[in-house]
Nanobody
Framework: QVELVGSGGGSVQAGGSLRLSCAAS????????MGWFRQAPGKEREGVAT???????KYADSVQGRFTISKDNAKNILFLQMNSLNPEDTAVYYC??????????????????WGQGTQVTVSS
């Protein structure tokens, strides 16, 4: 049984940083695509960043250059380092995974397994 447990959210001021973690069990972080998605109040869930089984990454335009997705294969953990946060980054952040090899899209419908979500709040 696949379980993804996200953590690391919190409240920060604009310009601050946070690092999200997603611990996986029943699934190895190099088994396929993993990604971070977010959903702000009143908005649809959107893709933030994905990382492929061999490590290639993809970012949404809105976070390019500020966020970095990475994974620790030995510890089986996915990370999202978020720098230069702004109020528009406020959302519940979810980690997700699938067994797809190759290109990892930012489209959430391609991911089968989801973490419980962790709240990120950025104040101005």
């Amino acid at each position: 049984q696949v379980e993804l447990v996200g953590s690391g959210g919190g409240s920060v001021q604009a310009g601050g940083s946070l690092r999200l973690s997603c611990a996986a069990s029943g699934y190895h972080v190099s088994s396929g695509c993993m990604g971070w998605f977010r959903q702000a109040p009143g908005k649809e869930r959107e893709g933030v960043a994905t990382i492929a089984y061999l490590g290639s990454t993809k970012y949404a335009d809105s976070v390019q250059g500020r966020f970095t997705i990475s994974k620790d294969n030995a510890k089986n953990i996915l990370f999202l380092q978020m720098n230069s946060l702004n109020p528009e980054d406020t959302a519940v952040y979810y980690c997700a995974a699938n067994y797809r090899l190759g290109y990892c899209p930012l489209a959430d419908e391609t991911y089968n397994y989801w973490g419980q979500g962790t709240q990120v709040t950025v104040s101005s």
